[in-house]
């Protein structure tokens, strides 16, 4: 962490808005790799002849997966529109859906905390 505040001058706000969009941008990126993957697996679940309740189950967890990527994407939208607490809380929301999105968590604080700074 320390490192990255020494590269990046966080004192500069057009500098933590490029953070928070990138961090939420990388944060739908992951969870559209693991929607994919949960998909998948739902899938050879099926060709392998597993138990339909697995898959079920799997397919749950895409469906979830991908409600909080549909969340992460209006947050990414509200950065763009200078909204930063609807977006900072947005992204806390969608950071725990299933699973839990770290760089999406980061992403909403820096943007609460980019508000807080513009008020």
Known sequence: MQLILMVV??????????????????????????????????????????????????????????????????????IAKKNFKKAGILAIISSFILPLNVLTLIGGILCIVIDKLNS
Do not use: C, Q
């Open 9 to 78: 001058d966080l004192k500069n706000p057009d500098s933590r808005v490029k953070i928070a969009k990138r961090l939420i941008l990388f944060g739908i990126l992951y969870g559209v790799v693991n929607s994919f993957s949960l998909i998948l697996t739902g899938s050879m679940a099926i060709s392998w002849g597993l138990d339909k309740l697995f898959y079920g189950w799997v397919l749950v967890l895409g469906i979830i997966n991908t409600i909080g990527i549909i969340i992460e994407i209006i947050a990414y939208r509200m």
